[in-house]
């Protein structure tokens, strides 16, 4: 089977090279004229694990592609699949411009029988105005032809997208005919030879699944975020807690960590745009409003804590951040809670120094050089009157806390992972703060 992917980006690319895995004939297309020379030499223009390795073996076995004309290649596949970004709208809504723009020119130039699948996350009603705007393009040219419309939302995590995808939880397929289903059955029949079962549903049940999943992960985050601050306040410890409530198997102990608020590239925008669906149906998504307003909050709370601790005197500091992606094993920096931090540092006359294992030049792209990059941990610590734990790579799991002192100017550490242990850092000498813990000294 020949089938293209449309969009090269974090889930394009996984997916192409994935089903060229299996031995599926993939183009993967992108507009980005760099991105594509650099993938025609094996270089993947982003850090996945695994992706390099998968990525370089199937361009030499000639089952994977690039190419950045859609046009030219759409009569000789099966399966086109859309992959392309839906960034947020000004209103908070998801910008469909380039998954209508993949749309307009499949139907420009189809001239056969195709499946268009949408694997981007778009709202519901997304599948008939995909089905919209390839009509009216067959409709100037006067052709009669058939199509599917399918919506195939992606759960993959960045950091773990290629496990995700060769060994989905579930595969949600929203089809119209008998024709789209069996098709995409065939398709994903490879990924689910261990009984990881394909969804099959309606189309905009399968679009709202997409948002409804997302919604519910950040909610446990802004939920357990909420209970976090709380026990700060009374004395309690939200290690305990989690671990306390995680036990119980209604709710299980996944997606329970208390930290300094979600970030990339789903769910703040994929929140935002269910709530403005919402809205579209007169309908006011409480309960989701209250997991956006509480992640917002949250990114701040590390800087407050570091406000409290030196008095509000923050001018002049030196403040050392480790991480800089929105979570580890990925150098995604959208919408990461270190752009906020580091924003509100600068403004409060700070000097920061970072270091990130992976995301130094997207943080350099998005950051530019208001801070300083350093190029190992240690290096970043230099003088530092602080250190601020923002993204928990593996690698700032065990620090050598001798070493680190003797670089710091002041011996004080707030973790905003909770990946330390407070004893162990009391008794190595440093005033610890982490999140979700009562500390007297704040
Ligand atoms: N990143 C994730 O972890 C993740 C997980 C699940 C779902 N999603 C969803 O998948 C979609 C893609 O996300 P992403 O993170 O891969 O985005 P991305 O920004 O990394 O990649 C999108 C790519 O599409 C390309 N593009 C835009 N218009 C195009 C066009 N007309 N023709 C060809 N290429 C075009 C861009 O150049 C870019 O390379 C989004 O809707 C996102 O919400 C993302």
Redesign the pocket.
């Known amino acids: 089977m020949k089938i293209a992917i449309?969009?090269?980006?974090?889930?394009?690319l996984v997916t192409g090279a994935c089903f060229a895995e299996v031995g599926i004939d993939v183009t993967c297309?992108?507009?980005?004229t760099a991105?594509i020379e650099k993938l025609k030499n094996g270089v993947s223009p982003i850090y996945e694990p695994g992706l390099d390795e998968m990525l370089k073996r199937n361009l030499e076995r000639g089952r994977l592609s690039f190419t950045t004309d859609?046009s030219s290649c759409v009569n000789e596949m099966e399966v086109i699949f859309s992959?392309?970004?839906?960034p947020p709208d000004e209103d908070g809504s998801a910008d469909l411009k380039?998954v209508l723009?993949?749309a307009r020119t499949v139907g420009k130039y189809m001239s056969k029988h195709l499946i268009v699948v949408t694997?981007?996350?778009v709202p519901v009603g997304t599948a008939k105005k995909v089905r919209k705007a390839i009509q009216e393009e067959l409709d100037k040219r006067g052709e009669n032809l058939t199509f599917d419309v399918v919506s195939n939302p992606?759960?993959?995590?960045?950091g773990a997208a290629i496990e995700d995808f060769m060994r989905p939880d579930r595969i949600v397929v929203g089809v119209e005919t008998d024709y789209a289903r069996e098709v995409m059955t065939r398709l994903y029949r490879p990924f689910t030879l261990n009984n990881h079962p394909v969804i099959f549903m309606d189309v905009p049940s399968a679009e709202m699944t997409k948002y409804a999943a997302n919604a519910m992960l950040a909610t446990r985050i802004s939920f357990m975020n909420d209970i976090a601050n709380l026990c700060e306040l009374v004395g309690a410890n939200v290690n305990m807690v989690r671990k306390g409530i995680g036990s119980d198997t209604r709710i299980g102990n996944k997606f329970l960590y208390s930290g300094i608020g979600y970030g990339g590239?789903?769910f703040p925008k994929d929140v935002k745009a269910l709530i403005k669906t919402g809205e579209e149906n007169k309908y006011k998504l409480r309960i989701i409003q209250a997991v956006e307003d509480v992640n917002e909050d949250q990114k701040s709370v590390l800087f407050h804590k570091l406000e409290k601790y030196f008095k509000g005197n923050l001018s002049g500091l030196t403040i050392t951040i480790w991480g800089l992606s929105f979570k580890p094993q990925t150098d995604d920096m959208r919408e990461a809670p270190s752009i906020v931090l580091i924003e509100k540092l600068l403004k409060a006359g700070c000097k920061v120094k970072a270091y990130d294992p992976a995301a130094m030049e997207e943080a350099q792209h998005r950051i530019g050089n208001a801070i300083e990059y350093s190029k190992d941990p240690l290096d970043a610590l230099l003088d530092a009157d602080a250190l601020l734990l923002v993204t928990e790579w593996i690698e700032f799991r065990f620090p050598n806390y001798k070493v680190m002192q003797k670089l710091m100017s002041k011996h004080v550490i707030f973790d905003g992972r909770n990946i330390y242990d407070p004893q162990e850092m009391k008794e190595a000498g440093f005033d610890y703060f982490c999140i979700g813990l009562s500390n007297e000294k704040l």
Do not use: N
């Open positions: 449309v969009g090269s980006g974090y889930v394009g297309v992108d507009i980005d991105k859609l992959a392309v970004g839906t380039y723009d993949v694997k981007s996350t992606e759960f993959l995590k960045e590239s789903c």
